[in-house]
């Protein structure tokens, strides 16, 4: 009778263990299966969202002014200060400054063209600057604060171009803007980028020229 009464409980105790190993088993798999779904679903939008990076570079004067105001537009994804156009490898600011290297002060935006295109992002530049100033921009003169368009392909020169001669009807002078083909940027020193959002409180430029340039075209300041 014990003998039988062990076996009977033996039994009792298997066939209350095997749903939960079960249900333990199925819920481990769904997890699995889930967590499978969810790495190709992000792996798919990463790729989608890289077709539609692309990279623009303009000058318009001081980089410094550029940078902050283009970064706070939709689908710009960074904003970097630097130097190109120029005939001197990895030039520094003073050498830029000294006005002898051929460099314009500039930057690189990368953004995202599904959010905001290229054309869009032209328009903008018209805004944040005066690209009928021929000799700088404000009191920034010479060559490294002239105003120009930096394009990477040819899509990007006919939509220059296009966007060129629009702009010019909402101004009396002609524009001065020169369209170049894209060369190698360098990008300048660390203390250079994002200088706005950092020395805004303690730098008499930051306060009197880009806060109310910012203003001006309804932009954070």
Known sequence: MKKSLIYTLIFICIA????????KKTKN???ATTTTMTDQGDKKA???????????????GCFWCVEVALEQLPGVLNVVSGYTGGHVENPTYQQVCAKNTGHFEAVEI????????YEQLLNWFWKIHDPTQTNGQGNDLGEPYLSRIFVHNDEQLKQAKESKEQAQSNY?????????PASIFYK????????YVLNKNKDSYCQFVIAPKLKKLGLEY
Request: aromatic letters at 10%; zero cysteines.
């Open 16 to 23: 209350l263990a095997l749903p939960m190993i079960y249900l």
């Open 29 to 31: 798999t769904a997890h």
């Open 46 to 60: 990463s790729e989608i969202a890289s077709e539609n990076i692309s990279t623009a570079t303009f000058a318009a």
């Open 110 to 117: 990368t953004f995202d063209k599904s959010v905001m295109s």
């Open 172 to 180: 009396s002078k002609p524009i001065a803007t020169v369209i170049l």
């Open 188 to 195: 300048a020193e660390d203390y250079h980028q994002d200088y």
